[in-house]
C-alpha cells in the first residue's frame, strides 16, 4: 500500500474552513483515496473516498489532482466538534494501514 | 451506532491469561477487519477475512489468532496476555464496492 504523509497537527477557530493535504507519491492505479475522523477513544468513522478530481458530500470535499500524488480533505466551516484526529488512507481490496493522522484543533 | 457490533466493551484481565474478543459486522457485509490501537503504535491492521477466509495478514502476533464463522462473525483469540497487549481492539466491516469502513465501538482490553 501507498504510503502517506499528512501534517501531525492543524489549529483552527470556528467558522473557517480547514484544509489537509495529504501526499501519497506511490499510489497505485487502482488505489482509492479515503479519509477518516476519530474521535478518543472511538473507532474511525469515514468521511469520504475518490479516486480522481473533486468529491463532495454533506460532510468534506476531496480535492485528487489528475496525477493522484496527493489528496486535500476540506472541512467547510468547523465548529469545536470537528476536533479530531483525520487519517488519509489509500486503500485496495484486502487491507487498510492508519498513518500518524492529522489532530485538527478547533478553537472557539 | 454503526452497525458492527463488539463485545465486550471493556476486559480486564492478568498476564498470561486467554481472552476472545467477538465482532458482528454490518448486516449484508461479507469482510472483517480487526484493528490494535495502543497509546503509542496508533491503529495497526492485524487480519482481514472475507466470507470465511483469511484474506490478508498484518501486524499480528503469533500468539493472536482469528476465525470468521458461517453466521459472518467474527473472534479475535488473544493468548499468554501481557501487559503490552493493553490497547483498544477494533473491528471493521466493508460492504463489496465501497471503500468506505465501517468501525465498531472498539473492546478496550486492560492486561494487569
Known amino acids: 500500500l501507498a504510503k502517506t504523509t499528512q501534517p501531525i497537527s492543524m489549529d483552527s477557530y470556528e467558522g473557517q474552513e480547514v484544509n489537509i493535504t495529504c501526499s501519497h507519491n506511490?499510489?497505485?492505479?487502482?488505489?482509492?483515496i479515503t479519509w477518516y475522523q476519530q474521535f478518543p477513544s472511538q473507532g474511525p468513522r469515514f468521511i469520504i473516498q475518490?479516486?480522481?478530481t473533486k468529491v463532495t458530500n454533506e460532510v468534506a470535499s476531496l480535492f485528487i489532482p489528475a496525477d493522484r500524488k496527493s489528496s486535500t480533505l476540506s472541512l467547510p466551516r468547523v465548529s469545536l466538534s470537528d476536533t479530531a484526529v483525520y487519517y488519509c488512507?489509500?486503500?485496495?481490496?484486502?487491507?487498510?494501514?492508519f498513518g500518524a493522522g492529522t489532530t485538527v484543533t478547533v478553537r472557539a | 451506532d454503526s452497525g458492527v457490533t463488539q463485545t465486550p466493551k471493556h476486559l480486564i484481565t492478568a498476564t498470561g491469561q486467554r481472552v476472545t474478543l467477538r465482532c458482528s459486522p454490518r448486516?449484508?457485509?461479507?469482510?472483517v477487519y480487526w484493528y490494535q490501537q495502543s497509546l503509542d503504535q496508533g491503529l495497526q491492521f492485524l487480519i482481514h477475512?472475507?466470507?470465511?477466509?483469511?484474506?490478508a495478514k498484518g501486524n499480528i502476533l503469533e500468539r493472536f489468532s482469528a476465525q470468521q464463522f458461517p453466521d459472518l462473525h467474527s473472534e479475535l483469540n488473544l493468548s499468554s496476555l501481557e501487559l503490552g497487549d493493553s490497547a483498544l481492539y477494533f473491528c471493521?466491516?466493508?460492504?463489496?464496492?465501497?471503500?468506505?469502513?465501517?468501525f465498531g465501538s472498539g473492546t478496550r482490553l486492560t492486561v494487569v
Open positions: 471493521a466491516s466493508r460492504r463489496q464496492g465501497s471503500y468506505g469502513y465501517t
Open positions: 506511490n499510489i497505485a492505479t487502482n488505489d482509492y
Open positions: 475518490g479516486y480522481k
Open positions: 488512507l489509500v486503500v485496495n481490496d484486502y487491507k487498510l494501514s
Open positions: 448486516s449484508g457485509d461479507l469482510s
Open positions: 477475512y472475507y466470507n470465511g477466509e483469511e484474506r
